[in-house]
């Protein structure tokens, strides 16, 4: 090799290498965090990690999970200002009020107008970006004569029940919004009371729950109305059903918010997608929830979608965290009685 070229080949070598520092030097990294189900190789994370990267790859996501969204916000605000995350993902609206309280949060810039809820969303900081309904579901070859009423279910002793927790799951939260909601406050003591004596387990999480009840251990578990949807797209069977109560059901609605004080171009572009019909369709598969956006997504979702546009729901973004504790602190004190 003579002079010349190794000249040559040194300057290119030297380029090169400049060239890929340039580039590691315009990835950006986007901390997310959001609860372990979503991050799971199962869940909707790896497919909305791997969409949002092909569209922005000047954009690195990388997921920080938490058991659970209670686990998560409360270590967002045990860091504060010093937190790593520049988006969290996993939040709902039972956690709403709160959230508000802790000023952690900044406002974003997806359009709202593209929201598809049974409610009117206006908060600018936080954004949909799935929602569903809880119901309790059974199955339909053991039980012929499922309850019509959340009033219903609490009073039949001849039903075995299995529900959450509410002080470790936002499922188990959920029902606490309902009892509240349906009965007048001089009779939620009693309506527990009656509840527990046909309880079979108030579980930690919704999965322990839901795998005993798929072992045969109750007549019908808390969850969500999708859940069949999962039973019926994925193992094609058809046994299992969700109550439709006639008071309504608790709506549940997942929520991402950027982190405040935190400039990050990608956190934008992150939010922006997760309302997009890619992201839309592989949250609501994955996570089987259902769409906030109207694009279609498939025709046993969209009609469950429909369906649910027009049913009444108790919204609980506007109970206020002191609210809950107390309604949970009662829950506590009639569950033994």
Known sequence: MNFKTSLILTVLSTFSICSFAQQEKTTQDLTVYTYKSFASDWGAGPKVKQGFEQQYPQCQLNYVPFESSGLLFNRLRLEGKKTKADVVLGLDNHLLQEAIQSELFAEHKV????????????????????????????????????????????????????????????????????????????????????????????????????????????????SYSTSPLYHLLNEQKDQYQATDFAEGGVLQIELAAKIANKENACSDLFMDYLISPQAQKNIVKNNVMLSVTSDPIEPHYDALKQHQLKSKVFDSSNVSGEQLKQWISQWQANLAK
Request: glycine residues 8%; without cysteine.
């Open 111 to 222: 359009d709202l107008s593209q929201l598809s809820l049974p409610v009117v969303w206006q908060d600018q900081r936080f954004l949909p970006y799935d929602f569903g309904r809880y119901a309790f579901v059974y199955d339909k070859t053991k039980l012929t004569n499922p309850p019509k009423s959340l009033q219903e279910l609490v009073e039949r002793q001849d039903l075995r029940v299995i529900y959450q927790d509410p002080r470790t799951s936002g499922v188990g939260r959920g029902l606490v919004v309902w009892l509240n909601s349906v009965y007048p406050q001089q009779e939620v003591a009693q309506a527990w009371q009656t509840l527990a004596k046909h309880t079979v387990t108030v579980g930690k999480g919704w999965s322990e729950s839901y795998g005993a009840f798929l072992k045969g251990e109750a007549d019908l578990v808390l």
